[in-house]
């Protein structure tokens, strides 16, 4: 698969990065002829998932592995149809945010963004309900009983919604996160 038309210019200069990035299982490749020009290199654009049928490989590095995979596709991608495709640009800017010199308070944005499920600006209970299954995991042996999950999300409102209107907005999710010293060293990919 090659970056560029015949003459290939554009192929020696992201052949190689491209490939160390597939090697690592960070991304996979596919081609889309549904973006415009200039929305992906030479329509190669970047997806965090494998194509189905793909093996990950033994190393496929933590993004691979990572349980807000899907979401944090959907929050970087500028495709229209939201199908979580990310062009070169998208796939850069995701970079750039998950980089040890992007600031607290981008990472904080961005983290709140993936976080908020349903797009409407506030974490509400369903949306850290959503948070919890993602960080426990999916099966039943690791779910939360809906008491636990109940109380879980009791004690996360009452130490970050200081409205008290039962919702987290950014300013607040930004002020608890103002106190997690470890927050901005945390929240990268290591590729």
Not at 49 to 75: K, M, T, Y
Request: proline share 6%; glycine share 8%.
């Amino acid at each position: 698969m090659g970056l560029s038309g015949p003459g290939g210019p554009q192929e020696k200069r992201w052949g190689p990065w491209l490939v160390a990035l597939l090697r690592s299982g960070a991304c996979w490749a596919r081609q889309t002829p549904r973006w415009p020009p200039g929305g992906s290199v030479h329509g190669i654009t970047l997806a965090l998932s494998p194509p189905l049928g793909a093996d990950i490989p033994d190393q496929a590095g933590n993004l691979a592995a990572n349980p807000f995979q899907e979401r944090i596709c959907q929050v970087f991608s500028t495709a229209e149809d939201r199908d979580g495709s990310m062009s070169f640009e998208d796939f850069l800017d995701m970079l750039s945010v998950f980089s040890d010199s992007a600031t607290s308070e981008i990472k904080s944005h961005y983290a709140f963004r993936i976080f908020d499920f349903d797009d409407d600006g506030t974490l509400d209970r369903k949306d850290l309900e959503q948070l919890v299954n993602c960080l426990t995991g999916e099966g039943e042996e690791s779910r939360l009983s809906p008491s636990e999950m109940h109380q879980l999300l009791q004690n996360i409102l009452e130490e970050s919604d200081i409205d008290k209107d039962g919702t987290i907005n950014l300013s607040e999710f930004q002020h608890v996160i103002s106190r997690s010293p470890d927050f901005a060293s945390s929240f990268k990919i290591v590729l």
